[in-house]
């Protein structure tokens, strides 16, 4: 028994999917491409032409400190990238870990693990990430810690109920019967039937992630300045929005359009990654 694969035909069958892909791909080549696409100096500030309106010159118009909008809206898709990727890296394989040996091993270990996963699961994730950053301090690293480690179990749960059911499977019997045990059993035959369900969880998830990030930058606790940011950059617009509605609109939707790629490529990846579904 393998795992479902996903190539770029099994995308092509899912049009959420490859919307949502094709979403991720442009953001990625904002980021890698920020300094060749970027019109001007995202940092550049120019008193003269603050709060200007959208222009030719400027296409979003500038911010409170004169600096270009577009520019700045381009080489924010950096921290959120980074971010996405650090918060992959920590929170699915800890999670994932946890829920396979508590699945697993079952008894002792699967009480444990469990009773450490409902306590972490106990508290508010937003209130208990901002409590994480204001100890560590603003940075995205440490934004990006406190989103992973308040976010892993979820996947710890999920991992558990799968790897239990697969432990009472005839397929593991049959495995153990040819001599494959411990952890070669666990990482080649276990692992990859959980990784499915792990795996729209996290695309499903990192829209959430995104959004809590934002929020952090919105406070004031995300990256620091003049470096920028999708959240900042909304709650420096939130003083003007009256008067200069686009300085907090553009970083908004871009958020709005990335939580929504998200969106769109896990319920796709649900649809190719779900033999329910074929």
Same mark, same amino acid.
């Given at each position: 028994?393998?795992? %479902?694969?996903?190539?770029?035909?099994?995308?092509r $069958?899912?049009?959420?999917?490859?919307?949502?892909?094709?979403?991720l791909?442009?953001?990625?080549?904002?980021?890698?491409?920020?300094?060749?696409?970027? %019109? @001007?100096? *995202?940092?550049?500030? +120019?008193?003269?032409?603050?709060?200007?309106? *959208?222009?030719?010159?400027?296409?979003?118009?500038? !911010?409170g400190?004169?600096?270009?909008?577009?520019?700045?809206?381009i @080489? #924010?898709?950096?921290?959120?990238?980074?971010?996405?990727?650090?918060?992959?890296?920590?929170?699915?394989?800890?999670?994932?870990?946890? #829920?396979?040996?508590?699945?697993?091993? #079952?008894?002792?270990?699967?009480?444990?693990?469990?009773r450490?996963? !409902?306590?972490?699961?106990?508290?508010?994730?937003?209130?208990?990430?901002f409590?994480?950053?204001?100890?560590?301090?603003?940075?995205?690293?440490?934004?990006?810690? /406190?989103?992973?480690?308040?976010?892993?179990?979820?996947y710890?749960?999920?991992? $558990?109920?799968?790897?239990?059911?697969?432990a009472?499977?005839? @397929?593991?019997? /049959?495995?153990?019967?040819?001599?494959?045990?411990?952890? $070669?059993?666990?990482? #080649?035959?276990v692992?990859?039937l959980? &990784?499915p369900?792990?795996?729209?969880?996290?695309? &499903?998830?990192?829209?959430?992630?995104?959004?809590?990030?934002?929020? &952090?930058?919105?406070?004031?606790?995300?990256?620091?300045? *003049?470096?920028?940011?999708?959240?900042?950059?909304?709650? =420096?617009?939130?003083?003007?929005?009256?008067?200069?509605?686009?300085i907090?609109?553009?970083?908004?939707?871009?958020?709005?359009?990335?939580s &929504?790629?998200?969106?769109?490529?896990? !319920?796709?990846?649900? =649809?190719?990654? +779900?033999?329910?579904? +074929?």
């Open positions: 028994m393998a795992s %479902p694969a996903i190539s770029f035909s099994a995308l $069958r899912s049009p959420s999917a490859l919307i949502g892909a094709s979403v791909v442009l953001l990625v080549f904002m980021a890698l491409a920020a300094p060749l696409i970027a %019109p @001007y100096d *995202p940092n550049l500030q +120019d008193s003269a032409i603050r709060l200007a309106a *959208p222009s030719w010159q400027h296409w979003l118009g500038t !911010d400190f004169g600096r270009d909008l577009l520019s700045r809206l @080489y #924010g898709a950096q921290p959120t990238l980074l971010l996405i990727v650090l918060v992959t890296v920590l929170m699915a394989p800890l999670g994932v870990a946890v #829920g396979l040996l508590a699945g697993f091993f #079952g008894g002792l270990t699967e009480r444990v693990l469990m450490l996963t !409902d306590i972490v699961m106990s508290f508010p994730r937003l209130v208990l990430a409590a994480f950053v204001a100890i560590l301090g603003p940075g995205l690293v440490n934004g990006a810690l /406190a989103l992973a480690l308040t976010s892993w179990p979820a710890a749960r999920l991992a $558990r109920v799968e790897t239990s059911a697969l009472r499977s005839d @397929y593991l019997a /049959a495995a153990s019967m040819v001599g494959i045990r411990g952890p $070669r059993l666990l990482l #080649g035959h692992l990859p959980v &990784l369900s792990a795996i729209i969880r996290l695309a &499903l998830d990192l829209a959430g992630i995104i959004l809590a990030a934002a929020g &952090l930058g919105f406070l004031g606790l995300g990256v620091r300045p *003049p470096m920028a940011e999708w959240g900042s950059m909304v709650a =420096d617009g939130t003083k003007v929005i009256f008067d200069q509605w686009w907090a609109a553009a970083p908004g939707l871009a958020i709005f359009v990335t &929504l790629a998200l969106n769109l490529l896990g !319920d796709g990846l649900r =649809d190719i990654l +779900d033999p329910r579904h +074929d």
